[in-house]
């Protein structure tokens, strides 16, 4: 006879979350009495009034009762319990079975041990790029290889900006018009990903207006994921030279994205490294 374990039913789950994000709460930090409480913690009702829902109703969710919770409820009961991203976004798994609709935060660029990850890619340009693609933190390689992002305003320090405004880049470009239609489509899948469609809107009326190719381009509606494949550059220094790219999720960070470009041979990842090298006996 073998041993079942037995899981929680989902009502089961959500009520017991609720009942310990409840327990954690300090009365005094909402300048609530403290005394004659029978459990650590606010009461189901405090709680309620909180989240101004009925007190009925949330008791019930506690207690594995009644129907699915809107989003609605989720949300404001999350905000009476002063949960985090990732708490409210575990109590929408609970409560609905999804993630709520994600709520762009503009960037406020990158941690230090971030960079670090970064800098330890040495051959590999690598970089991190904002839900609309402004272009935060970077190392040595991709600065060599791809774009000086330092010497650029940080306002400038767009990928389609470049692309789209950019000689330079868009010389680099092996294929220029397959390059831009897959940026193009990849970046209005990233932006609506991040619920960030409001934000780049100003960036869109100002490219179409810069460039007509954008603005046809715009009109497609295509949308792409980044993923990963090759990208073939002329650099003019190295000549021609392919990387195998891949884009990465960074965690806990849905403001930004992770693409690093690796080379495609050690020839060339020696030629990084030796035009890396040449910048910095340069710039000292």
Avoid: C
């Avoid at 009762?65 to 002063?82: F, H, K, M, Q």
């Avoid at 904002?130 to 650029?152: F, S």
């Avoid at 990387?243 to 849905?254: I, K, L, M, N, T």
Wanted: no cysteine; proline share 6%; hydrophobic share 40%.
């Amino acid at each position: 006879m073998t041993n079942r374990i037995e899981t929680p039913a989902p009502r089961d789950s959500l009520a017991t979350y609720l009942k310990g994000r409840r327990a954690r709460l300090n009365p005094a930090d909402f300048g609530l009495p403290t005394g004659r409480r029978r459990t650590p913690g606010l009461r189901r009702e405090e709680v309620a009034q909180r989240a101004d829902i009925s007190a009925t109703w949330y008791t019930w969710l506690e207690q594995g009762r009644g129907g699915a919770p809107s989003a609605d409820v989720l949300d404001r009961i999350a905000r009476a319990l002063l949960l985090t991203d990732v708490e409210r976004e575990h109590l929408f798994l609970l409560g609905l079975g999804r993630p709520p609709e994600v709520r762009y935060a503009k960037s406020e660029g990158v941690t230090p041990r971030l960079q670090r990850v970064l800098d330890a890619l040495e051959a590999s340009p690598a970089l991190i790029r904002t839900a609309t693609w402004d272009v935060v933190a970077w190392n040595k390689a991709a600065a060599a290889v791809l774009t000086d992002y330092g010497a650029l305003p940080p306002e400038q320090r767009n990928i389609l900006r470049l692309i789209f405004g950019d000689p330079r880049v868009r010389e680099a470009q092996f294929d220029w018009d397959s390059v831009a239609r897959f940026v193009v489509a990849a970046f209005r899948a990233d932006a609506a990903r991040a619920g960030a469609g409001a934000e780049v809107q100003a960036l869109v009326e100002d490219l179409s207006r810069t460039s007509p190719e954008f603005a046809r381009l715009w009109r497609e509606n295509d949308v792409r994921h980044y993923g990963e494949g090759v990208k073939r550059l002329r650099h003019p220094v190295l000549g021609p030279i392919a990387f195998e790219y891949s884009a990465f999720a960074v965690d806990g960070r849905p403001d930004l994205g992770l693409v690093v470009y690796n080379p495609a041979t050690a020839e060339d990842a020696d030629n990084v490294r030796r035009l890396v090298a040449a910048r910095d006996v340069s710039a000292s």
